[in-house]
């Protein structure tokens, strides 16, 4: 009897939800169950069919028979089988598919094969061919009823499998700006499917693109891309797959397509795997690149970061190396209301409403208005002056939980096409704005969740799709995981799959818990030549980041292999950065800590050669490491950390990797060059003694962290010869924390650094002589420094640099005795009323267009005096033209102007004694002519020894070049033919190695 009580508690719930009209009908079926009761009347359970459903519609499609044909192209790929049984509720129901006895049980009605949730079916989609299903029944006490089984066959008419007519035409279109370092995109028309469809467009399709330009060559991922604007039509279906392609050089480019189907075919390495798609395999083309034409922060202009073996990473065009600033909070970036399909698990999903004022006509956006809170988000911390930040692009079962790149959290195979392109608009900005991308692959909680950690199938298409993806943006690197739990072999191993299928291999970093015994655990193992790891992203607490990044850039040295360490997390996990006291929606129950976030964290980091840092927010901060979505909440540490990459850039002349922690100091920090500069910092104010080893005659200059600005004199101006020098005490606010910039005088500017400095007025300037002057006012005109030869030039920027709706168009021309790369800085000043502007106005400086528009913010009333634009010219006549036309708005007060050579040039006899050649980068090595077109001389080499090799880089591969002698001491260089750009010269003898830049001319 006990199957009727099943059955009528489940028309008693029918009942009480549906059909509550009639006490009677509910008496009656209680009469009924009651007189069955008695009578003691008993039925077998079992199961008396199938019905297919639509899971998307929970719908039932058909009945399912023996011999049955399930055509996925009619019934679609969103199924599910309901197994229907009488009594209708009955104990369990085991499902049986295709031998596996248990493959699912049931034990709440609806009993259905792929589950379901209070009648919401889940998701399930049959593979081509025959397949076998049996359904048993068995009541509440286990005794079993009559099964049913059946056969039935899925088919796809027309074919999704890689068979005609669904391989598509074959069509290949080139799309993009073709220039260097923009993103290029091959758009082929291949095999029709769907994110959904039983052969897997994403795991049994395999497309490679293989890019040439003469020697180059690059095998490029592509991906399965729906209809090819997923991002703004949301499809799920189609038949255009995508390459995306950066170029490193001018050109003609050669592409040769790579299409091959079969099972599990996208993580193979073998070329012959699978079979070709017809009308796509073998398909070739070429397009023709053009120099790229970008400047400023946009990285088109600056080329591929990339690792080059040094402790920092490498702009590839120009050479200049990076430290980075920006958000490693919050690590949800990516949960964004305005992305497809993304849930919003514990109310954390963000609209990025406070930046939405941030975002400017012209930039991108989706569906109409869509992404203007995150696009708004990257400009605002773009204009503060940083350049990184962070996410995790894939939180299922962390946190947040809202972050992935999947169609579902139960299938981690199929990738969500429109989602992925909606970040994809979100980094390309990204890349215009100057910004790097941290990209954290995984955290804590699922470092094991593909594949149990280890490199299987699943970790191997995560990770290809996501190169496919992204790989081509400029500046970037991969994290392999946050506080990470593998083992050391599978961390090796995913750091290989990266490096060998990334197509630029980028930089790979690993994160890990705070702990010293957590760092040497992980990253010992990790260190030596043959790692795939180049650096770290370390955690540790705030007062110890000095110390751990010195650790680990010393140890990576001693391995064999310079890693570049950067501080990602600082805490503990409440604290991290605390928001600004004054923030009005700071909600934390934490004291504000950013002068100690600055001193040990970010000039921690900076003195110990690290690389630069991301700031976490803590969870007890109001803004937190998951809540945040305002990044004005900590706008005090954004300047204290862009004075700090401000005084590297301007005021640090030997390039970053020759730079060394020292120990030569009584107090503080010292990072230098011995003999040539030291930077001290002195995080608790006061004086110190520094210990030169090499004589010389040096210059004494402090830069304040907290309010940045111009280098400003002490007590001690200067210091002489060898040995314990004080180098006296600061301007002022002695119990402060400073930076003091020591330097031989060529290197300071009373030398070659600074061939022209001016300023324009309204305010004050000191001469590199030490003289301190006050500039006139605009209306008498400004004032002029000229630091090579005052009679090169007679020139002062009067008022109509200061306003250019009066005075029109003007121009400036600043001779220069040597050709070749320089600076051009134009400081800004300017008065708001309301807090934000934005100036149009044209700066064209060597005949390209260096700045036409920005938008500049200030607080109501406040005067911004440090604001500086800076470009990188090649001047080829000896002379510098800069010109400023009038825009439709008024352009802001031009404060000063800057003309200096990127590296300083050097007058003197040429080496005579060949034996002491190439005994550091300092010796007068010299090439010529520079800028070069055809063929460069070097002098101060032994040309008749034959370990002498000489190379030119790109930044990122090497071409080696043959050299005839014309000298002992001098070697003639024919050049290949490179395009127009900026090559670093490589001069190897023995063990010792010296560079150069060279600037190619056609």
């Keep these: ?156 008419s027309p074919p999704v499998d890689g068979g005609d007519p669904d391989d598509g035409t074959g069509a290949v279109v080139v799309q993009g700006e073709l220039k260097k370092w923009h993103k290029v995109t091959l758009t082929v028309n291949g095999p029709a499917s769907s994110e959904g469809a039983p052969n897997n467009p994403f795991l049994n399709y395999r497309l490679n693109v293989t890019f040439t330009n003469g020697a180059i060559n690059y095998q490029v991922p592509g991906y399965f891309s729906a209809d090819g604007n997923a991002g703004e039509t949301s499809a799920d279906a189609g038949s255009t797959w995508k390459v995306h392609f950066a170029p490193d050089e001018a050109g003609t480019w050669t592409y040769r397509i790579s299409m091959r189907a079969g099972a599990n075919v996208a993580i193979s390495d073998d070329p012959s795997a699978g079979v070709p798609v017809e009308l796509v395999d073998g398909k070739t083309g070429t397009f023709v690149v053009s120099a790229t034409d970008k400047s400023g922060v946009d990285l088109r202009g600056k080329g591929r970061l990339r690792y080059v073996g040094e402790r920092y990473l490498q702009f590839a065009e120009k050479g200049d190396y990076f430290l980075k600033a920006g958000v490693d909070s919050p690590e949800n970036f990516l949960a964004y209301a305005d992305f497809d399909n993304t849930p919003n698990i514990g109310n954390r999903r963000k609209s990025w409403g406070p930046h939405v004022q941030d975002w400017r006509p012209g930039d991108p956006t989706w569906k109409g208005d869509k992404g203007k809170g995150i696009i708004g988000a990257i400009n605002y911390l773009s204009g503060q002056g940083l350049n990184v930040f962070s996410f995790l692009t894939m939180n299922i079962q962390g946190d947040d939980q809202n972050v992935y790149p999947y169609v579902s959290t139960s299938d981690f195979a199929r990738f969500d096409c429109s989602k992925l392109d909606q970040w994809e608009t979100v980094f390309e900005h990204a890349d215009r704005m100057g910004m790097y991308v941290h990209v954290k692959m995984q955290e804590t909680e699922n470092d094991r969740l593909l594949d149990g950690g280890n490199l299987g199938v699943l970790r191997k298409l995560y990770y290809r799709e996501l190169i496919a993806r992204f790989s081509h943006h400029l500046a970037l690197n991969w994290n392999v995981g946050e506080e990470n739990l593998q083992t050391t072999a599978q961390r090796k191993e995913c750091a290989a799959y990266l490096y060998s299928h990334d197509p630029y291999q980028h930089h790979i970093v690993i994160h890990t818990y705070p702990s010293v015994k957590d760092h040497d655990e992980v990253y010992t193992p990790l260190l030596g030549g043959s790692s795939n790891y180049s650096g770290a992203s370390i955690q540790t607490v705030w007062n110890r980041v000095y110390e751990d990044t010195r650790k680990w850039v010393e140890k990576s040295a001693q391995a064999g292999k310079k890693w570049v360490v950067a501080n990602d997390e600082q805490g503990g996990s409440e604290v991290g950065v605390a928001a600004d006291a004054g923030y009005s929606g700071n909600r934390g129950t934490v004291a504000d800590n950013q002068n100690d976030i600055r001193k040990d964290v970010l000039w921690g980091n900076l003195m110990a050669s690290g690389a630069g840092v991301e700031y976490y927010f803590g969870y007890a901060t109001g803004e937190t490491d998951l809540s945040a979505q305002d990044f004005r909440s900590r706008a005090t540490m954004w300047r204290y950390s862009r004075y700090a990459l401000d005084f590297f850039e301007k005021y640090v002349s030997v390039p970053l990797p020759d730079l060394s922690p020292l120990n030569q100091v009584s107090n503080g920090w010292l990072l230098g060059k011995d003999g040539k500069l030291y930077v001290i910092y002195l995080k608790n104010g006061g004086s110190t003694n520094l210990t030169i080893n090499t004589g010389g005659n040096y210059s004494v200059q402090w830069y304040d962290p907290r309010n940045g600005g111009d280098l400003q004199n002490g007590s001690v101006t200067k210091v002489s010869g060898n040995g314990t020098k004080s180098i006296g005490n600061p301007p002022n606010s002695a119990t402060q924390d400073w930076v003091v910039l020591v330097r031989t005088e060529s290197q300071t500017e009373t030398g070659q650094q600074s061939v022209y400095r001016i300023n324009a007025g309204g305010g004050s300037y000191t001469m590199p002589d030490g003289t301190a002057f006050s500039a006139d006012a605009f209306s008498s005109g400004g004032n002029v420094y000229v630091q090579n030869n005052p009679s090169d030039i007679d020139k002062t920027l009067s008022d109509n640099i200061y306003h250019s709706e009066r005075y029109g168009n003007f121009s400036y021309n600043f001779p220069v005795s040597t050709n070749g790369e320089y600076k051009v800085i134009l400081h800004f000043a300017e008065i708001f009323t309301n807090g934000i502007g934005r100036r149009r106005f044209n700066v064209d400086i060597e005949g390209q267009r260096k700045l036409s528009e920005f938008d500049i913010t200030a607080e109501a009333g406040k005067e911004l005096t440090a604001l500086q634009k800076t470009f990188t010219v090649t001047v080829t006549d000896n002379m510098l033209t800069v010109n400023f036309v009038k825009g439709s708005v008024e352009w802001p007060k031009v404060s000063g102007l800057e003309v200096m050579p990127v590296t300083p040039t050097t007058a003197g006899a040429r080496p005579g004694n060949v034996d002491a050649l190439l005994s550091d980068n300092e010796v007068a090595i010299s090439t010529y002519p520079n800028p070069v077109s055809e063929s460069v001389t070097i002098d101060g080499v032994d040309s008749q020894r034959a370990d002498l090799a000489i190379s030119i880089t790109s930044g990122l591969r090497d071409y080696p070049l043959k050299h005839v002698a014309t000298s002992s001491h001098t070697v003639q260089v024919t050049l290949p033919d490179l395009t127009e750009g900026l090559y670093i010269m490589r001069v190897q003898q023995g063990s010792k190695s010296y560079t150069k830049k060279i600037i190619v001319k056609r």
């Design 1 to 156: 009897m006990q199957p009727y009580l099943e059955l009528f508690l489940w028309i008693k719930s029918i009942m009480d939800k549906q059909l509550q009209k009639s006490t009677g009908l509910l008496c009656f079926f209680l009469c009924f169950i009651a007189s069955l009761t008695i009578c003691g009347s008993s039925y077998a359970n079992n199961v008396t069919g199938f019905t297919l459903m639509n899971s998307a519609s929970d719908s039932d499609i058909k009945p399912i028979v023996n011999g049955d044909v399930i055509n996925l192209s009619q019934t679609g790929f969103k199924l599910n089988i309901r197994a229907n049984t009488f009594p209708v509720v009955t104990g369990r129901v085991v499902f049986s598919l295709d031998g596996k006895s248990d493959y699912r049980t049931e034990i709440v009605a609806p009993y259905s094969l792929a589950g379901d949730t209070d009648g919401d079916y889940n998701d399930w989609t049959p593979s081509v061919g025959t397949h076998t299903l049996t359904a048993t029944p068995y009541n509440s006490q286990g005794q079993v009823g009559t099964p049913l089984t059946i056969t039935f066959d899925v088919v796809a």
